[in-house]
């Protein structure tokens, strides 16, 4: 099959020969450079700056059963931007004539949204792995007893420094940077450290 693009689906088209729901289309259209798009996106290899694609929606399950698994997909492009996917031409057409400033505005309040979640996650995860590694540090070199020090501040002293190292489900996972990755993957919705 070679290369390919792929585009995700916020709303699944349904396979017009089974129903069943496909979230995800693979084309040829935009440059074969294995990039993911959803509506929104700029399509910049596209072979199209305004109008409609014809493509192809496959369904694996009707492939699988040995029924045709292939069906028309319209993929409307509007000033290079991927601005609708649709299985009916009529509809594709409506589509394109109908983008206007509110689709424009809300594919960019989307892309920056997107962005700041990816910024996050991505301090999120440094500091998670910055906390590791000064705990490791500490755990080669444990600080020194301070003299004179009571019980009572000591205790402070060491519940303060766990305040600042790595969070429990950290500190005991059997693998604690395996437990790192989880808690900041891009699947994981909730910010992990509740201030980003
Ligand atoms: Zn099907």
Redesign the pocket.
Known sequence: MGMFDTIYLKTPLA??????E?GEVQTHEFGETMRHYSVGSLVTASPVVTGILKETLW?????Q?D?P?E?PLYLVIWHSILAGVEQDLEKAEKRLAAVDRLDLIGWLDESQREAARWRGKYYALYHDLERWHEHLEREGNPEPEVEGESEDVRKRRQALRRLWGPPEEVLNAPDPLAAIIERNSPETEDEPNGFW
Do not use: D, V
């Not at 396979?15 to 069943?20: A, D, L, Q, R, Y």
């Not at 369904?59 to 492939?63: A, G, H, L, V």
């Open positions: 396979c017009p020969g089974c129903g069943t496909i369904c694996s399950t009707c492939s059963a029924r698994g069906s």
